[in-house]
């Protein structure tokens, strides 16, 4: 499974962006995570690609959208409300086919979101 992370970018305090990731081979979940310098990564939000049911972190919930368009291999997190905390590097990963830990893992793309 390929995953490839893109819509990062600088925004203002308030604004919204939204990420996407696209991936090849099979997945039944996809996630997004953040990491800040020198932290451990940050689980966000995961959706279940077969069932479309999606989970998400308590600092996100709200403000924060998962969604996917199955032709296109995407999955997408809208972010909204954004905070200058919001900044940090964004992963998307899967457990690829079926269920367990998250094995694949895009390049990741950055946010900055400037006060």
């Known amino acids: 499974v390929q995953l490839q992370a893109s819509g990062g970018g600088l925004v203002q305090a308030g604004g919204s962006l939204r990420l996407s990731c696209t991936f090849s081979?099979?997945?039944?979940?996809m996630g997004w995570f953040r990491q800040y310098p020198g932290k451990e990564r940050e689980f966000l939000a995961d959706?279940?690609?077969?069932?479309?049911?999606?989970y998400y972190a308590d600092s996100v919930k709200g403000r924060f959208t998962i969604s996917r368009d199955s032709a296109k291999k995407a999955v997408y997190l809208s972010m909204n409300s954004l905070k200058p905390e919001d900044t940090a590097v964004y992963y998307c990963?899967?457990?690829?086919?079926?269920?367990?830990?998250?094995?694949?893992w895009g390049q990741g793309t950055q946010v900055t979101v400037s006060s």
């Open positions: 081979g099979r997945a039944d979940n």
């Open positions: 959706i279940n690609l077969n069932s479309d049911s999606t």
């Open positions: 990963a899967t457990h690829g086919a079926g269920f367990g830990s998250y094995n694949y």
